[in-house]
């Protein structure tokens, strides 16, 4: 706007030095004939109003400002005097603005160690509004208005403590996962029409899944036996679990339940007709349908069986889970590589399993 502004006041000038040869008569002709362009220009706009832009605006401001309000109904114009009056109004009314700002900036922003242990103290005690965090700072010897701690919660979008003192049923399951075992049971068919039953078993929070095994027919004494094998697996993983989420299905027997509340593990029943209720294990059950048995022809019990255990391999030891973060159940997300001529020289070999159904990467030896 002020490069526009500088144009116009400029070539004013040299209409105004053009004008200075010329007779008052010339002026006057020139005068009545303008005139007469703008009732001309009127006449055919109609009620359309001619739009000025903000540098128009601000040289006929200037240019007609200083004139009495009288001499002003008496020019011909395309707007109200009014109007000029009102644009030299705002335009004063800017300057006065722009001159009225502080010359200094405000407090300065709290540090940037402060508002990251803020957030931390927020996230880690979801309970503690924000005057239990502003005392929780002091204490620590760091001084912050209290208004502070409420400023930079609000900006990082943190509801107050009450609401975020309730925990969905997602953070409530990750709390528990330690504790945590989920099976059921499945069925594939054989190229011979045979119904197989395979039943699994999932920990909450390595994803580690277990095969129990497969049979046509899954019989109390199968499934008691499972049930013991499982006990003993988990005795020598010195695992701490606690609870096992199965479903209603009339393939558990009594003596299910029972070996495993001598191993100080209680069975929670999922609700009728609530798969959600098991949802990790029914997306394993997916998961393993849709990668090696929905690509591969079951021939009969023993095939399935050697499948199943090399599929249970290559997930445990090798496929990232993104419910852990892409690490593996069994093993950890190696260090990221940062050395530049190890990048550069990436020698990555392919391991194929079940035929090449499943991929496995590793480097080089």
């Not at 009056?85 to 405000?106: E, F, I, T, V």
Request: proline share 5%; hydrophobic share 40%; with cysteine.
């Amino acid at each position: 706007m002020l490069l526009r502004l500088a144009y116009l006041g400029l070539t004013k000038t040299f209409t105004l030095l053009r004008l200075l040869p010329m007779t008052d008569r010339d002026k006057e002709i020139e005068i009545l004939v303008l005139r007469h362009q703008i009732a001309v220009l009127q006449r055919q706009l109609g009620d359309i109003k001619v739009r000025f832009n903000p540098a128009d605006r601000a040289l006929l401001a200037a240019l007609l400002h200083r004139l009495p309000r009288q001499t002003l109904r008496r020019l011909r114009l395309l707007v109200r005097p009014d109007t000029i009056l009102r644009w030299h109004h705002d335009q004063l009314r800017q300057h006065h603005a722009r001159m009225s700002q502080p010359k200094r900036p405000g407090r300065p922003r709290t540090i940037r160690s402060i508002r990251v242990l803020l957030l931390r103290l927020a996230k880690e005690n979801p309970n503690w509004d924000y005057r239990r965090i502003h005392g929780e700072l002091l204490v620590l010897g760091i001084k912050v208005a209290a208004s502070t701690v409420w400023q930079v919660l609000t900006n990082a979008g943190i509801t107050p403590a009450p609401e975020r003192a309730s925990s969905t049923w997602a953070q409530f399951l990750r709390s528990q996962a330690d504790a945590l075992l989920a099976c059921d049971f499945f069925e594939t068919v054989t190229l011979t029409g045979i119904r197989m039953y395979v039943l699994v078993v999932i920990e909450h929070a390595s994803r580690r899944i277990r095969i129990l095994g497969a049979t046509p027919h899954p019989t109390a004494a199968w499934v008691t036996q499972a049930a013991r094998n499982l006990v003993m697996d988990l005795e020598d993983a010195n695992s701490r679990t606690r609870f096992l989420i199965r479903d209603r299905d009339g393939k558990f027997p009594h003596l299910f339940d029972a070996i495993l509340a001598d191993a100080g593990i209680q069975v929670i029943l999922s609700g009728i007709q609530m798969p959600r209720m098991n949802s990790i294990t029914e997306r394993w059950i997916q998961t393993c349908r849709h990668e090696p048995l929905d690509r591969t022809l079951i021939w009969n019990q023993r095939h399935l069986l050697h499948a199943l255990r090399e599929y249970e391999r290559f997930y445990n030891n090798h496929r990232p889970h993104q419910g852990i973060a892409n690490a593996r159940p069994l093993r950890p997300l190696p260090s990221p590589i940062t050395s530049q001529a190890e990048i550069t020289g990436l020698d990555i070999r392919r391991h194929q399993r079940l035929g090449g159904i499943l991929n496995e990467y590793h480097h080089a030896a």
